[in-house]
């Protein structure tokens, strides 16, 4: 059995009181590897560690810092096929998935962000002749950055990249459900000479390793993205500490197809956006709102689409729909699906735990792509966030009806709208809240705009610019002219 360790000062390293917890494949069931269940001696070791290493890193040039974080990368892609194994037996997601999209999206993360740094620029205000303001920009000590299961190194790469571009040190607190991409990153950061302390990655349970990386009194940074409930109490501990907080949180995101929509491309995208990584994406769309013309054919072409996509083994290149990530996870899924039967929804396919074609995965946790019809905008299937693959398609009669029923919800994540009609795309997009809008296209990613959520979705927001303004301070210098 693999044993993960923690990896401090530049060092793997076991946890301090000796626990482990165990790590299952979701896709059979079975413990394959043990990850340390950490507490707050560790995090107290690893901020030491990184308190230490912050002088020399905050004062190391842009250009070394950048180097450094460029090897990171092209390890990272040296290793696509170990690293896309590892999530994929960690995470139950289809390997080919995390062969195309998370590990090289980690990768290009570091990427991204090593050669952002090098262009970084900062302000200057001429206050009438009288003085000169300019911003300094400075890193912000040891940042704590807590990430989630559902796409393991690219969320956590999401911000360790811009911590550690713009000159602070990092505790990291990947997700104990699925610890094996971290662990695999922190020796690859160690072979590409990152400098002992500038990253260190503590492994164990939210409420003990990540409540103590969070009230940690000298980790003035804390940059989370998880569910709506832990962000909140996260919150309520940085808030009397004044810590600077990020917040990206769950969601619940509308599909608004128009009639005049090519059918097509909104049915072969709202397959994607409603199944891929078994709907645990954050920004998958799981409510259908489809223009009452077109409501019967898309709904029939989903549901053949869906009924097709049968689960299979995430190891099998040619799978695309793999398992939920856990066993609390998938019957939480479930239950899920009995509330929307209780409240009256008709089941149009799926609903039901699966199991895929051969031995290896027979005790894995599968199911079926479910589609739902027939509840309104209010009801709880509607309401909360159920990740995973489940969606609900109702209809709607004009544009306000569509907007209104796209906002019934305390999130606001993202959203799709379907339409050829431009004028439409564009006031649609404005009145949906929502943090992203994608108009006839889903996912398409540009590291440089702002990414985050509205109303209970977060709080601020990541991603280019925002990112680095985010982990830095900035300080206003007033030189006087007369
Ligand atoms: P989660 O909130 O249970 O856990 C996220 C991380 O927080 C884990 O590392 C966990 O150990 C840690 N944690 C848990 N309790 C904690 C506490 N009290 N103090 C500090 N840390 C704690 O979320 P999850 O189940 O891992 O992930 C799924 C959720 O993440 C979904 O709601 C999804 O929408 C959301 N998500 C949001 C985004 C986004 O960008 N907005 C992206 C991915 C996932």
Redesign the pocket.
């Known amino acids: 059995m693999k044993t993960i360790l923690n990896y401090m000062n530049g060092e793997l390293t076991p946890p301090a009181g000796g626990r482990y917890l165990d790590n299952e494949d979701p896709s059979t069931g079975k413990v394959y590897s043990r990850c340390p269940d950490s507490g707050a001696e560790d995090i107290e070791r690893a901020v030491a560690a990184a308190e230490a290493a912050f002088p020399a890193w905050s004062n190391t040039s842009a250009e070394m810092r950048g180097r450094v974080m460029s090897r990171i990368a092209d390890l990272i892609e040296a290793n696509l096929d170990p690293l896309a194994e590892a999530e994929c037996i960690d995470n139950g997601k289809p390997i080919t998935l995390a062969r195309k999209v998370d590990i090289p999206r980690a990768a290009a993360n570091f990427r991204f962000f090593a050669g952002a740094i090098q262009h970084a620029a900062s302000e200057a205000h001429m206050t009438d002749g009288l003085a000169l303001n300019y911003t300094q920009r400075r890193p912000r000590g040891v940042a704590g950055l ?6 393991p190194l690219y ?1 956590l790469t999401w911000k360790v990249a811009p911590a550690i571009a713009t000159g602070n040190t990092a505790v990291a ?5 699925t610890p094996m991409t971290a662990f695999l990153l922190s020796q690859l950061c160690t072979e590409a000479g990152l400098p002992p302390g500038v990253l260190n990655v503590v492994h164990g ?3 003990a390793a ?2 103590a990386l ?1 009230a940690h009194p000298r980790v003035p940074t804390i940059s ?5 409930v ?1 962000g909140a ?2 919150a309520s501990t940085c808030a009397p500490m004044f810590k600077r907080l990020s917040l ?4 619940k995101n509308p599909n608004v197809i128009f009639a005049d929509a090519d059918l097509d491309q909104a049915v072969a995208t709202s397959m994607r956006s409603s199944f891929a990584n078994q709907g645990q994406i ?1 920004l998958c769309g799981s409510r259908i709102l489809v223009e009452r013309p077109a409501f019967e054919p898309f709904v029939a072409r989903l549901v053949e689409g869906a009924s097709k996509l049968s689960a299979g083994d995430p190891l099998d290149p040619a799978t695309e729909h793999g398992a939920l990530v856990s066993r609390p996870h998938m019957e939480k899924v479930l239950a899920c699906i009995e509330v929307a039967r209780r409240e009256g929804g008709e089941i149009l396919c799926g609903g039901r735990r699966v199991q895929p074609p051969g031995q290896r995965c027979a005790g894995g946790y599968f199911i079926a792509p479910t589609v739902i019809t027939g509840l309104g905008p209010s009801c709880r299937t509607n309401q909360e ?1 159920i ?1 995973g693959p489940v969606v609900t398609v109702a209809p709607f009669d004009d544009e306000q009806e569509a907007v209104a029923s796209a906002n019934e919800t305390r999130y606001g ?1 993202s959203a799709t709208v379907w339409t050829r009609d431009l004028a439409r795309a564009h006031r649609v997009a404005g009145a949906i809240q929502s943090g992203t809008v994608w108009v006839n296209c889903w996912l398409l990613r540009d590291l440089r705009v702002p990414f985050g ?1 509205m109303k209970h ?2 709080l601020g927001r990541e991603g280019g610019e925002d990112s680095m303004r985010f982990f830095t301070e900035p300080k206003n210098v007033c030189i006087g002219m007369r």
């Open positions: 807590i990430s989630p299961w559902n796409l969320l607190k990947p997700s104990e459900v349970r939210g409420p990540g409540a969070v989370f993205t998880g569910g709506t832990t109490a996260i990206e949180l769950g969601g954050c966030e990740f994540l959520g979705s977060g």
